[in-house]
């Protein structure tokens, strides 16, 4: 019961429009320095317009729309999950076009039109599969402070098994959905970004590059996709299985990436490991890597 309870907990605070309000308050932080210092009043703006459109008006459709329908807070009925997202869709749009109108930070604007973009597949993905919105939506803001701040970034990435484990032991999603939801949305917004700078010329300078990114990216996803795969895949001793494909990663980031992807790994697995011996046997990755 406990478990249940702290899992919900995760799962409330990680409901997309609440864990941007802290993940973009970074982000528009970060967009607010310059040669001259902190600029307040852009920052102030920033914030103003990414705290409407991609906080505020999606979660109070998602809430008129679950007492509409007597459901619970996540709408976990996957038919009642289109007007949600089509209003989500329409607030970014509404957000990008205020940033474009007003000329306000490429980076912001751009990513605001990756969010609309983004859950336009997740809507269209939905028409047939209940992929993990949850999950979805932590990785696109994750991603942008990826490109923005590397590593440091990159470090956000440990709440993806947390959300998977929280997910998951609901009965919210399928292993597959929740680990699929952050794997697209992390690559979707990293070359959305670099495609829509492209497109639209407008460069943001002092960007982590579109292959560094990608690094730290699969150095966030690997061991959850790993233990996923496993997950519906049945092996005999998939413990040393399990360590034997860690090993490997490991080994491969330490020769072929910077130290700081390898160190984001490293901290992504140990926090996927200690979050399924905390499961213990009602999470499915804990009898993985006991081979039980």
């Known amino acids: 019961m406990e478990k249940l309870k702290i899992a919900d907990m995760v799962s409330t605070f990680t409901n997309p429009p609440i864990i941007t309000i802290p993940l973009f308050l970074i982000i528009c932080a970060v967009l607010s320095f310059d040669a001259n210092g902190f600029d307040l009043s852009k920052f102030i703006v920033l914030e103003l317009v990414s705290l409407v459109f ?9 809430l008129y729309w679950a007492k509409k329908l007597n459901t619970d807070k996540d709408i976990s009925n996957r038919g009642d999950r289109y ?17 474009l109108a007003f000329n306000l930070d490429y980076f912001l604007t751009l990513l605001l039109l990756c969010y609309a973009v983004n859950t336009g597949v997740v809507l269209l993905i939905t028409t047939r599969w209940k992929i993990s919105v949850h999950t979805t939506g932590m990785s696109g803001p994750v991603a942008a402070l ?7 970034g990159a ?8 959300m998977i484990w929280s997910r998951v032991l609901l009965k919210k999603h399928t292993m597959a959905q929740a680990v699929c939801g952050a794997v697209q949305g992390f690559f979707l917004t990293v070359l959305e970004m670099y495609l829509y700078m492209y ?18 990216i699969l150095a966030i996803i690997a061991t959850p996709v790993v233990l996923g ?27 072929f990436a ?3 992807v390898a160190l984001i790994y490293i901290i992504i697995s140990l926090t996927s490991v200690l979050i399924s011996y905390y499961a213990g046997h009602d999470f499915v990755w804990y009898r993985i890597i006991n081979n039980s």
């Open 155 to 162: 470090a956000f990435g440990v709440f993806y098994p947390i």
């Open 229 to 255: 795969i496993l997950s519906y895949i049945h092996v005999g001793n998939s413990k040393i299985v399990f360590y034997l494909i860690e090993t490997v990663f490991v080994v491969m980031f330490l020769l």
């Open 146 to 152: 990826i490109l923005l701040l590397g590593p440091i």
């Open 83 to 99: 007007t949600p997202l089509v209003v989500g869709i329409v607030s970014y749009f509404i957000g990008f076009f205020i940033c």
């Open 54 to 62: 991609a906080s505020i008006l999606p979660m109070a459709i998602i």
């Open 199 to 216: 497109l639209f010329n407008m460069w943001v300078p002092g960007l982590v590059s579109l292959e560094m990114s990608i690094l730290y």
């Open 258 to 260: 910077p130290i700081s």
